[in-house]
């Protein structure tokens, strides 16, 4: 086939999958870049953000310039391969079953939108009626595939994570709570309870309570301690795991997103290496 269009391929005559960007803020600028340095052997050629500000703004700082899309709906029905949500769990509850319906893969980084039932059914039924998949990556923690790898065998699973109270700041949580943020002087609990739970209260905050109930033992079962510190100024998920296949133990320490306290840098990294190997023709290391 004669190569007519050299924007879509890459130095070795490979085409470049066409990736849409849903969100320009902390995660999406940092994916755009990689994709627009060639870290990610792709081509970023649409996105969207409900803010028209975030979108020039990252739209300004690429060689490559997308296309900024006036809406939701025009960025599902562009023409790309893979549509990246980096937004809020609000646009993945309104926008996951279209972006498939429309026939593009999807990657979710606001995975706290699945813990509704409801929401993950469309999800599950649109990848099976539309053959198409969804991408979850990692995040900000460590050691998934080994949850998943376990999850038969799982008599019990905790996570606990820790962050400063800034990165905690505007959680719906709080519109209710009587807890103060600008006065803790040391660590307080400020929640227990289920992941299910816990992805409500804090929708930016603890989409990783969200992952271990997924790749582990669902969302009830999966208890999760919020702690907020002053003193610290990373973000921190301790989980434990145990059961018959014996006892998995792992900490993350994540320095926050310099854009956004509540995300960490791990949480953009592990984006850009799930692109990586989504758009790569590479060895895959790791389940
Ligand atoms: N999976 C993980 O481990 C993980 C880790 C960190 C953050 N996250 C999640 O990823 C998402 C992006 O994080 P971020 O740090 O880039 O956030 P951010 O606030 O820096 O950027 C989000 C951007 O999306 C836009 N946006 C929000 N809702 C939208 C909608 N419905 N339609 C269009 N645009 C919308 C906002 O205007 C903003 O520019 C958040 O939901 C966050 O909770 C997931």
Redesign the pocket.
Known sequence: MPITDLTWYDGKRNILKRIGL????????EIAIAVDSGKIPAKLTHV????KE?SELLVSKLKNKPVITEN?GLLAASPVDLIV???????VR??ALSILQNRKDLM?????ALLDESIFDIVVEGCKDFNKRVY??????AGLDAIRAVKDELDSLTLVTTKNPRALKGAKFFETSKINLDSMTGPVVIYEGEAHDAVKMF???I??A??LSLAGIGSAKTRVKLVADPQTDKNTHEIEARGKFGKISIKVENVP?P??P???RL??L??IECLRKICGSEINVGT
């Open positions: 849903l969100g320009c803020g902390a995660i999406g600028t969207f953000d409900f803010s975030s939701a949500e980096a937004a809020s769990q609000d646009a309104d926008n979710i980084m606001s995975v706290g979850l990556p990692s995040g900000a923690i929708p930016a905050n989409n990783v969200a992952l997103s854009s956004n509540k995300t960490s949480a953009t592990s984006a």
